[in-house]
């Protein structure tokens, strides 16, 4: 085989080989343009403020646009967008900047600085927003001297999109067919970009330093498990690795369940939604029900609380798809650090990916949970799916047992997310108050080291492979297996078919993931005994890094 001239390493984040020219993404307005633009024509701060609000208002429907058309990841984060787009304090910082003088260009330009430092001091998930707000501001922008909207250039063929970071407008409306994979310089495993590709199901890989310094069209091969993109390979070979690993994905892609290992452990692989129609979907998947339902994603637009009836019809949407036998796991709000919802989360907080957010919404409010409970207990009778609720951001026993008891008083199966490392710590102790527990590796990998889920320099300690994390995955685990209840992965860890051997190695009895990457999964679990899988937990937890982890499983694996 031909040795590449040069090769750039990243996080890999879904697996598959992909070959072509690279296309870099168009990120900045023409300086051109805003040169010529000025100060605009306006008689006065409340005309450009006027103008704004029309750049605004069309920035937020081009992204509610493509919410419409989107379905689970990505429409959330677009849905989440259109409503930043749309916010008054972003408005009203702009507002100051025009009463001060400035043009509006400026005056945009200014206030978006403003609260991105603000989002990046507040760390954690808040920070990750600032791509999604420099994204704003290069469109609103655009809007206002009359440029085209910045972001992904039409492919001619068969590209490689190379960025230093991509918002959820840029990636959810990518065709496949022409992206044949993604690779950042910035970000990290659970970023959008990651979140988004596993959805469409497009190799992707980011985090990798310096790959904006490729030019545009060098033909590079982008490999999705190990993380490389390749330069100077040899066409020839690189389209025969192409090949194997589309030849490897469409195997993938006729599994059809249900899943277990090769000698007979049946494992259960569960589907993330949120909402009717994502759910409907998912439904059709090979899935033995919904493993994470995000209810605070029905809401982030509503001003005021729905009703208990109005919310019932809506859980009740997501619920009916699975009368059939199989299960929905409802995930109270959610909401609160990069998920505002206006009747619900506190503002103000400092720091608010560590203050008052899940399932402490209710400690101030607790009509908001018993509300919420009630509509989901409804929805339940209603449909006549069978149905466990568990709540967000649990740190004490005491919490868990407190949200328990309103579960069972309502009949249903009750437990708690393990996201905060105090919550893994004391698994065995939870498992005596609640009948599951739930594992959100995103935020437990955040907490646990410490690390700004967007940070690009410490990618390498939010992946989910880092051993720390995988031990306190392993504690949870351990302890359901004593226990003899559940512990499932809800993660995006859940959706690496390389992961999950591990993870079902370490005792973990579900898998829950977007629908697309259910099949992957799937078929890998079933080429692979209990015992190959206990060896791949022990390599990956006994690995001194992620990268290491990743190459013993892949030994382990023969990949």
């Known amino acids: 085989m031909t040795t590449p001239e040069h090769q750039f390493r990243g996080t890999p984040v879904v697996p598959g080989v992909a070959a072509g020219p690279v296309l870099h993404v168009r990120g900045e307005v023409s300086p051109d343009a805003i040169t010529r633009y000025g100060d605009g ?6 005309a450009a403020l006027a103008a704004y609000d ?63 430092t603000i989002f990046t001091n507040m760390g954690g998930l808040m920070a990750e927003r600032v791509t999604d707000l420099r994204d704003i501001e290069r469109r609103v922008v655009a809007h206002l001297v009359g440029e085209p909207a910045p972001g992904v250039p039409m492919p001619t063929e068969p590209s490689i999109l190379v960025a230093e970071d991509l918002a959820p407008s840029d990636t959810s409306g990518l065709d496949p067919e022409l992206v044949t994979a993604l690779v950042t310089e910035r970000g990290g495993a659970t970023s959008h970009t990651a979140i988004i590709a596993r959805q469409l199901g497009i190799p992707c890989v980011v985090g990798a330093a310096g790959v904006m310094e490729l030019a545009s069209g060098t033909f590079v091969v982008v ?37 277990a290992t090769a000698d007979g452990l049946p494992v259960k692989l569960l589907a993330n939604v949120a909402d009717g129609p994502s759910s409907a979907s998912a439904g059709t998947e090979p899935v033995q029900g919904v493993g994470l339902f995000r209810t605070e994603l029905c809401f982030l637009n509503r001003k005021d609380e729905p009703s208990v009836e109005e919310q019932t019809d809506i859980y009740a949407s997501v619920l009916s798809p699975y009368s059939d036998g199989r299960y929905v796991v409802v995930r109270t709000l959610d909401a609160g650090s990069d ?76 437990g708690v997310m393990v996201e905060i490392p105090s919550a893994a710590l004391l698994a065995h102790r939870m498992l005596e108050v609640v009948d599951f527990l739930s594992i959100g590796t995103n935020d437990l990998t955040q907490y646990a080291m410490a690390a700004d889920r967007m940070a690009t320099d410490l990618a390498h300690l939010t992946d989910p492979w880092q051993p720390a994390v995988l031990q306190l995955i392993a504690i949870t685990a351990h302890a359901g297996a004593e226990a003899g209840k559940p512990v499932g992965v809800c993660g995006e860890a859940a959706a690496d078919p ?35 899988c206990e060896a791949a937990a022990e390599a990956a937890l006994g690995a001194a890094d992620p990268m290491a982890g990743r190459a013993a499983v892949r030994e382990l694996l023969g990949h």
Not at 67 to 91: C, F, H, N, P, Y
Not at 343 to 358: C, I, K, S
């Open 41 to 46: 024509d306006f008689a006065d701060a409340d």
């Open 54 to 116: 029309d750049a605004a208002a069309a920035v937020a429907e081009t992204f509610s646009t493509k919410a419409a058309a989107a379905q689970g990841a990505a429409a959330e984060v677009l849905t989440a967008s259109a409503g930043l787009a749309r916010d008054k304090g972003l408005r009203s910082a702009v507002a100051k900047n025009l009463t001060a003088g400035q043009g509006p260009v400026a005056a945009v330009q200014g206030a978006v600085e403003q609260f991105a």
């Open 223 to 259: 490999d999705g498990e190990t993380g490389s993109i390749e330069q100077g390979a040899d066409p020839e070979e690189a389209r025969v690795r192409v090949e194997e690993s589309r030849r490897l994905r469409e195997e993938l892609a006729h599994w059809s369940g249900p899943a």
């Open 339 to 414: 998920k505002p919802i206006a009747f619900a989360t506190q503002e103000g907080e400092e720091n608010p990916a560590l203050g008052v957010r899940g399932l402490r919404l209710s400690f101030g409010n607790p009509g908001l949970m018993d509300r919420q409970l009630d509509a989901v207990a409804a929805a339940a009778g209603r449909t006549g799916t069978e149905t466990w609720v568990m709540a967000p951001m649990v740190a004490t026993v005491a919490e868990a047992a407190d949200f328990a008891a309103k579960v069972h008083a309502r009949g249903l199966k009750a």
């Open 498 to 532: 390389l992961l999950a051997t591990a993870l079902i190695g370490m005792g973990i009895s579900s898998l829950s993931m977007a629908a697309r990457a259910v099949r992957p999964v799937g078929a890998q679990l079933g080429k692979v005994t209990l015992e190959t």
